[in-house]
């Protein structure tokens, strides 16, 4: 079975179990302007690059009452399995691919701050937001842009971009978000580092597999099932990088550029000093500025990151 036909099976499960709930969404005859009943005529991105991804807005359901468990009944994921991973305010939580694979979206809250984290399986992308205080929590909304989940948020209908982290269309367009720092790590390196951390229960209130996985073959295959604006040859598509912006300036930390160091490097990236922290056994790794503190990165495929970032420098040790 060929991925595309894989994909196109796996938008059909999604839409189906929540076709009795009256989710879906048709598209309005306005197609240039409207798509999955968001409203395009402000979009900073062009329109025809905003393309379905299958489900209707919607059609893959965000997780936006999140039960935990402890560690220690935790017993379905392996040490190797992915997490997303995040210690903020005082509280780690841990967020298994295998369920963020079928819901892309948990709209959380740590302490009194709302925090929505979310993963687009197609880029290989965990990014975790704090909720602007004009939005109420996102959504998702079964629109893409550069293969890229478009998020939505359920108080204006404006459309974001998960890795330009901004609204590209709606009341909101233009407003970016600030992102959260996230480990995107096997399930062993998190729970090491952080032993009192919860888990992202399974008991989600929607009927899934959550031990299949819907995109399985996805990574190893060289396929994009959408288009993007801007390919580079120079790395498997699906090589993860980690992806770091500051002040206008974008770089790329390649894994297997990584791997031939000892973990630990020093570089910069404009006028400021990073290090980055890299683990090759846990396919894992953070970046810390010049005083120590995380910096808001981004894990994403090789692919995905240089579609947003073509004029990226990329890291060679």
């Given amino acids: 079975m060929n991925l595309s036909l894989k994909y196109f099976i796996h938008c059909t499960?999604?839409?189906?179990?929540?076709?009795a709930s009256g989710s879906l969404s048709g598209v309005h005859a306005a197609e240039n302007v409207i798509k999955n009943s968001f409203v395009l005529d402000n979009s900073l991105i062009p329109i025809d690059e905003i393309l379905s991804g299958g489900p209707a807005k919607?059609?893959?359901p965000a997780i936006d009452a999140p039960k935990f468990i402890t560690a220690s009944k935790a017993s379905h994921l392996s040490p190797s399995s992915?997490?997303?991973?995040?210690h903020y305010n005082g509280t780690s939580k841990a967020y298994p691919i295998n369920i963020m694979n079928w819901?892309?979206?948990?709209?959380?809250?740590?302490?009194?701050?709302?925090?929505?984290?979310?993963?687009?399986?197609?880029?290989?992308?965990?990014?975790?937001?704090?909720?602007?205080p004009n939005t109420t929590g996102f959504g998702v909304s079964g629109l893409l842009y550069n293969s890229?989940?478009?998020?939505?948020?359920?108080?204006?209908q404006s459309l974001w971009s998960q890795i330009l982290s901004q609204a590209i269309s709606g009341p909101l367009a233009g407003q970016r978000l600030t992102r959260i720092p996230l480990a995107h790590t096997s399930w062993a390196a998190w729970h090491q580092q952080h032993p009192n951390t919860v888990?992202?229960?399974?008991?989600?209130?929607?009927?899934?597999?959550?031990?299949?996985?819907?995109?399985?073959g996805y990574i190893d295959s060289e396929g994009i099932y959408f288009p993007i604006k801007h390919r580079d040859p120079r790395y498997h598509p699906k090589e993860r990088v980690i992806g770091i912006e500051i002040d206008g300036h974008s770089k790329a930390y390649p894994f297997s550029e990584l791997a031939k160091t000892d973990g630990n490097i020093i570089d910069?990236?404009?006028?400021h000093t990073i290090k980055i922290r890299y683990n090759d056994a846990?396919?894992?790794?953070?970046?810390l500025d010049e005083n120590n503190n995380e910096l808001a990165t981004i894990t994403a495929f090789w692919f995905a990151w240089y579609a947003f970032h073509p004029e990226t420098a990329v890291f060679k040790p």
Avoid: M
């Fill in 282 to 287: 846990h396919q894992s790794g953070i970046a």
């Fill in 58 to 60: 919607d059609g893959i």
């Fill in 13 to 19: 499960t999604l839409l189906l179990s929540l076709t």
């Fill in 268 to 271: 910069k990236i404009g006028t």
């Fill in 82 to 86: 992915r997490v997303l991973g995040i």
């Fill in 148 to 156: 890229d989940v478009l998020l939505y948020d359920r108080k204006t």
């Fill in 103 to 132: 819901h892309e979206i948990v709209n959380d809250v740590f302490g009194n701050e709302a925090i929505s984290v979310t993963f687009c399986p197609l880029c290989g992308t965990g990014v975790a937001y704090a909720v602007p």
């Fill in 199 to 216: 888990v992202l229960s399974q008991d989600t209130g929607f009927r899934r597999n959550y031990q299949r996985d819907p995109y399985a």
